[in-house]
């Protein structure tokens, strides 16, 4: 038996027996026993049907028992596993797409597990499920402490660092085939990005990654440049298409180049860490490389819980309209992570 603050657990062979108190003597922030059951019992019936989370198998409200798929142990990251990143991704989209929110001021390392390779993320006593018809039962506190001290994007840094063990780079090999809405074709389409192409055009791709939209658009354009700093060359680019290998700073001290289509998805904040410039220097880079009368289209990050990803994308704006002026056009990007698009005309 594994005894918790509120609950005490047995693991019964492929089984895991979650039992809640029905008394206690201190009152929690997190509540009784009975919340904490409520709060349980409501995320794993949210999440069913994802691998990265418990099976709910069986649950009793007079005993305030739930019974849930084993998940494995603790997972620990004593080598580094690329390969789980993809599954990082997963389980924050299935958190935003749900409404769960927890503390991320700690990662909560012991709630992440492994089981036949797959990453299990467990234990939700003490998680908000937002919207919920029993909020009204939970104590103020808890509520507002949960919803302070909610960051998702941290949440998604750490996770992705501890099956990473801090290499921080090895994941964006395989970024534009993982997550949600990532797919380039889908988002070509969902931008009708095709409507700025031409035979006669130059399309720059920066923080390329695999090339795809490269790849997929080079028969529209007269001449793609990928640029991308981690990620090799893929074996087989079309024979218009350049790649090359350098961070933001690196090429826009090298380039001489103007180019009509510009395209900047995601990638600023990756350029202000990487590289150490300010949203206003990043803004310039872009603005200098623009041809007279071409476009540049700016994905944002994340933004759905994430008021650090709000802040930077605030600032990229201003001085992206510092220098281009007003967009021409802004719309919904992603689904996940509620992205946005902008189109700047220089």
Not at 76 to 89: A, C, G, H, T
Not at 173 to 202: F, P
Request: glycine share 6%.
């Amino acid at each position: 038996m594994i005894r918790g603050k509120s609950s005490s657990v047995w693991i019964i062979g492929d089984k895991v027996v979650k039992k809640f108190d029905k008394v206690q003597k201190k009152d929690y922030v997190r509540g009784t026993g009975y919340h904490c059951y409520l709060r349980e019992l409501e995320c794993l019936q949210r999440l069913q049907g994802h691998p990265n989370f418990p099976e709910l198998l069986h649950y009793d409200k007079d005993e305030l028992v739930i019974t849930m798929s084993y998940c494995g142990e603790k997972y620990v990251n004593d080598v580094p596993r690329p390969e789980l990143v993809s599954q990082v991704y997963k389980i924050v989209e299935a958190l935003e797409e749900h409404d769960l929110k927890f503390t991320t001021t700690k990662f909560p390392i012991n709630d992440i597990h492994i089981k036949d390779g797959v990453l299990k993320c467990i234990d939700f006593e003490n998680t908000l499920p937002e919207g919920s018809k029993h909020i009204n039962l939970f104590t103020d506190l808890f509520i507002n402490s949960q919803r302070e001290l909610f960051d998702i994007q941290k949440f998604e840094n750490d996770l992705r660092k501890l099956v990473e063990v801090n290499d921080m780079k090895t994941d964006w090999n395989n970024y534009q085939a993982i997550g949600k809405g990532n797919n380039a074709q889908e988002r070509i389409a969902n931008l009708n990005l095709k409507r700025y192409s031409g035979e006669d055009k130059t399309l720059l791709d920066l923080g390329a990654n695999q090339g795809e939209f490269g790849i997929e658009l080079a028969k529209d354009y007269q001449k793609v440049y990928a640029v991308e700093p981690f990620v090799e060359c893929p074996f087989d680019i079309p024979d218009n298409m350049m790649w090359i290998q350098k961070g933001f700073k690196d090429f826009t001290e090298s380039n001489v180049g103007h180019y009509d289509v510009i395209f900047s998805f995601a990638m600023t904040i990756q350029v202000r860490d990487e590289d150490g410039l300010t949203e206003s220097e990043i803004a310039k880079g872009h603005y200098e490389m623009t041809k007279p009368g071409g476009v540049m289209i700016y994905e944002t990050q994340k933004l759905q819980g994430r008021p650090k990803n709000q802040d930077h994308v605030d600032r990229m704006l201003s001085a992206f309209r510092n220098n281009y002026g007003k967009e021409i056009e802004t719309g919904n990007a992603r689904q996940s992570g509620r992205r946005l698009y902008y189109v700047f005309k220089r």
